[in-house]
């Protein structure tokens, strides 16, 4: 009976993709550990962007200097 | 000083649900673990339906599909 | 299919009184919310008293200056 | 790799705020374990008032009886 | 740069079990929303059977009521 | 009533390395937010190395191959 938290940041996230993330997510806790998916559970919290840092920095301006994540 | 989460599906909690559920958990720390209510903390999360996810599907399908949860 | 995390000290908590946490806040949410408890999943974690902080110290140390928690 | 999870009451904290929350615990796990900040990451959860309990009540109860916090 | 917490129960996951696990939930993050994997960070965290409840049971005894899991 | 969590991998942190963080964070809660210090908890949770993954490895793997982090 696995509990899986994804964060991510806010940025539109589709109802479509939040689907394939619960799919693909409970499907490896089968295959790795036999895991039964009627009892997984899968929790997706977005994230406002202000609420995020990186490198010390709203994750706005962590990407401007550093990343394209 | 204990710390609860209660994560729910958002699906129209009223506040005074809300009050029960902070009273009750909190008074259930103090019966088992004589924890003292004043340090006691609880949040709750209300999630949306697309984010939640059980037996690999959005709730939403997963109830059509099995359940009345 | 509500999820609940309860944080405590670690305190020798014992199986017993786990196994009252656990029935004690699945039928809460059954009262308050009609939630069905075959799809409530608790999780305890107990948490070692230097890595739990209160009023900016570890508790064994908050605990002798201020409250009987 | 740190994470740190902020959560908070939703009471108008603004974007300065949350960037000077980021940065500040960022700096302090730099300066106490020697973590690299740009794998630090810092997510700030804003809770509404009736989400969150204390001493059995809502906060906005909690504050009326007891604390000023 | 997505954050992933995967709760199971403490049952003898192996090192290797968990190395797919988080390769898999990084290259499903990747797949899904574009996320890089440089910056996906994944905590999986082993529970003790006592301090995991599921249908107001202690996981042990629920399993042996109600469910193979 | 701010509550953070840090989680940082189980690499010899010290009790007093501990209370730093502790008191580090909840002065930063004080300095930013004016939240009352006594009503500041804080949870350090130290993760196995096998149980965090950073660019779909476990993180000893990930160091070798990246970032001295």
Do not use: C, H, Y
Request: zero cysteines; hydrophobic letters at 40%.
């Amino acid at each position: 009976m696995p509990f899986v938290n994804i964060k991510v940041t806010r940025e539109g996230v589709t109802a479509e993709q939040k689907a394939q993330l619960i799919e693909g997510v409970t499907t490896l806790l089968k295959d790795v550990l036999n895991k039964n998916p009627s009892t997984t559970f899968v929790v997706i919290d977005e994230v406002d962007l202000d609420n995020w840092g990186a490198g010390g920095l709203p994750v706005t301006e962590f990407r401007k200097r550093a990343l394209n994540t």
